[in-house]
Structure formats: C-alpha cells, structure tokens
C-alpha cells in the first residue's frame, strides 16, 4: 500500500513570496491533516479536513495560509505571503475515519526555508 | 487546552540499557494517546497506542501504559539498542475537542541516543 505522498521535498523562497504544498493521502482514507512542524518542536495542526469538508482550522493563520482540498482527496497548503517564522516542515497525515483513536499516517513532509 | 509534556533530551543510554521517556498531558475528556517515533531521515511512524485507562500499547519491545490517575503514558524499553537512537513523540487525540476535530496535540520530542 502507497503511503502519504507530498511534493515539493523541500523548497526555498524569499519572504513575501508564496508558495505552495501538495499532499496526496493513502487510498480511501476521508481524513486529511495538515501540520506545521518548526525545529525543535513537536508538529503543530494546521488544518483538517473530513473528505472535503474543514473540520478545524482553529489554528490555521488566515490571513496568509490557505488550504484546499477538491473532490475529497488531493490536497494544497499554500502561504502568502510567506514570513521568516514559516521556515518549518509542512507534515501531511491521512487517517482512514476520523475517530480518536485511528491511527495517522505521516507523509515524508516538505522542508521549507524562508530567506 | 490540550497539551503534552515530555523529558527533553537528548536521552543518552549504553546499549542494553533500561528506557523510561516521561510523558504527561492535559485533556479535557478521555483522549487516545499515542507515541510516534521519528528515526533520521524519515517520517513520523506511529510506535504504538493507548485508547483508554489502563490499556497498555506495546510494539518493538517498547510498551506504555494509559495511566488515567496520574494523566501519565511514559515510554519504556526493557534493553535499547543502536538502532532504536531516534526522536520520539508523545502525543494525543481528544474526542471532546469539539466538531469532530481530532489532531494530534504533540509534546516537543524527546531524542534518544543509544551507544554501542
């Protein structure tokens, strides 16, 4: 079974330039995460989506990240304009029902560095 | 909120060395907890999983018991080795968060470094 796929693996830009994450889960999972994960801490939610339906964006800076996910399986995170504090890595996770207790997969990440 | 807090690192063990990692959290109802391990140069991996009081996960010779009392869920291993010289994460999933929300609130990584 293919696990969580993202793209770009790592990706360098200069602040106040945007740019964009991609994030394909495993087949047949609904659930889809987004989290941002700085050095030295542990991952931080962004974003979820049940299908393509948010489920919680509470902790989801608005007014410069967004996040989609058409026709309930592919999804984007992009940030505009991007700050120095964005450098992180940008988690994809993917679970087959959204339950407490189901498990997360975890994408490779994209490692994003703000110059 | 939720929160999760556990030792910071970096662990530095003997190989064959008895392993505690010290995890506690904050939650409002009865979460799933988890740890997750991230070994160099790849992706988080769930190591194991607790769903309710008193249950015990356990995978790879590691094992952590779901200790409603003391709000606790520490990592143990009876003899590390070389290759088990990673990041591990405590983490948990909080039913009552509301809407159906279920992210994962995690602690800040412990690393651990075995040597031969």
């Known amino acids: 079974e293919a696990g969580v796929a993202q793209s770009p693996r790592y990706k360098i830009i200069e602040k106040r330039q945007s740019v964009a994450f991609w994030c394909n889960p495993i087949?047949?999972?609904?659930?889809l995460y987004w989290y941002q994960q700085i050095l030295g801490q542990g991952p931080k939610l962004l974003i979820q989506?049940?299908?393509?339906?948010?489920?919680?964006d509470s902790q989801l800076p608005k007014d410069r990240f967004s996040a989609e996910r058409l026709k309930g399986v592919d999804s984007t995170l992009k940030i505009q304009p991007a700050k120095l504090e964005d450098s992180a890595v940008y988690l994809c996770?993917?679970?087959?029902?959204?339950?407490?207790?189901?498990?997360?997969?975890f994408g490779p990440g994209t490692r994003l560095t703000v110059l | 909120g939720n929160s999760v807090t556990q030792m910071e690192g970096p662990v530095t063990l003997s190989e064959e060395a008895f392993l505690t990692i010290n995890c506690t959290y904050t939650?409002?109802?009865?979460?799933?907890l988890f740890w997750y391990v991230q070994y160099p140069g790849e992706g988080l991996q769930l190591l194991l999983k607790?769903?309710?009081?008193?249950d015990k996960g356990s995978n790879k010779g590691f094992e952590a018991t779901y200790r409603k009392e003391t709000t606790s869920f520490h990592l143990e291993k009876g003899s590390v080795q070389v290759s088990d010289s990673a990041v591990y994460f405590c983490?948990?999933?909080?039913?009552?968060?509301?809407?159906?929300?279920?992210?994962?609130?995690f602690g800040k990584g412990t690393h651990l470094i075995i040597q031969p």
């Open positions: 607790a769903t309710k009081a008193d």
């Open positions: 939650a409002t109802g009865y979460p799933s």
């Open positions: 983490a948990l999933s909080d039913p009552y968060s509301g809407g159906g929300a279920d992210g994962l609130t």
């Open positions: 087949s047949g999972h609904a659930t």
């Open positions: 996770a993917s679970s087959l029902v959204q339950l407490s207790t189901d498990t997360q997969y």
């Open positions: 989506f049940q299908n393509n339906g948010v489920v919680d």
